[in-house]
Nanobody
Framework: VQLQASGGGLVQAGGSLRLSCAAS????????MGWFRQAPGKEREFVAA????????YYADSVKGRFTISRDNAESTVYLQMNRLTLEDTALYYC???????????????????WGQGTQVTVSS
């Protein structure tokens, strides 16, 4: 199982970035997906989650209204669109996956089975 995240980079405050995470070695449609992040000196924190079909999403309060998680099951890819970025969004972002029953509408803020390698997002003033 491999989760390959990409799309991170350096952006000015107020700007946008779109992260992608391509999954391989799994039946993607059987996995709830999500994003976590870890800033320097801080604990890893939940960012966003999406169910297997993409019909339901859930966000941490800190990103609600600014970030959007989505998925393309045909491409086995999950995305995180990040708008109005702030300095506090600077972190290493990880995509995560959790095997569930196909068609499940469940969302998860933890208990993920698979973690990607992370992609760095740095927001400058």
């Amino acid at each position: 199982v491999q989760l390959q995240a990409s799309g991170g980079g350096l952006v000015q405050a107020g700007g946008s970035l779109r992260l992608s995470c391509a999954a391989s070695g799994v039946t993607f449609s059987s996995h709830a997906m999500g994003w976590f992040r870890q800033a320097p000196g801080k604990e890893r924190e939940f960012v966003a989650a999406i169910n297997t079909g993409g019909s339901r999403t859930y966000y941490a309060d800190s990103v609600k209204g600014r970030f959007t998680i989505s998925r393309d099951n045909a491409e086995s890819t999950v995305y995180l669109q990040m708008n109005r970025l702030t300095l506090e969004d600077t972190a290493l972002y990880y995509c995560v996956g959790r095997r569930v029953v196909t068609g499940s509408s469940a969302l998860y803020t933890g208990g993920y089975d698979y973690w990607g390698q992370g992609t760095q997002v740095t927001v400058s003033s």
